[in-house]
């Protein structure tokens, strides 16, 4: 092993390669964790998500009442929608458990805001429908 000095003054120690290094059991190691790449994040992470969403994406707005009463209208965009709740992309952040509407086209959704998430220069809100809601009134 030798050891060599960085930019920044820290000691690295380096591992010299022998000339008859192995390259078959190299490359029996990297099909075998190849297989492994394929299934890491299937088997033993659970969804969160208990129903299947359908991706949308559709503009409209997104009404509200602030935190003082006051009505507000932004624009939005629908990204996605279950059976239970829809996600939506708007430059405000609205508080959780705000009641919200949103209009897209010719139709109209309410719920309760159940998260608020930025994401670069927009915000992401998980919004669960109403109970008894079934599906989307049109206008």
Known sequence: MALHKTRGGHSV???????DFNTEHTENTKRTI??????????GVSEKRSEFRIPLMARG????EDADGTPRVAPATLEDTSHRGMSVRMKNAIRTE???TVKWGSEQD????TNCRREKS??????????GEDSVQKQ
Not at 34 to 43: M, P, Q, S, W
Not at 61 to 64: A, I, K, N, S, T
């Open 122 to 131: 927009d915000y992401i809100l998980g919004i669960q429908r109403e109970a």
């Open 61 to 64: 707005d997104v009404l509200w």
């Open 110 to 113: 309410s719920g309760t805001v």
């Open 34 to 43: 190849g297989l492994f790449r394929y299934f890491a994040d299937r088997k």
């Open 13 to 19: 120690a380096l591992r010299r390669i022998p000339k």
């Open 98 to 100: 705000a009641h919200v």
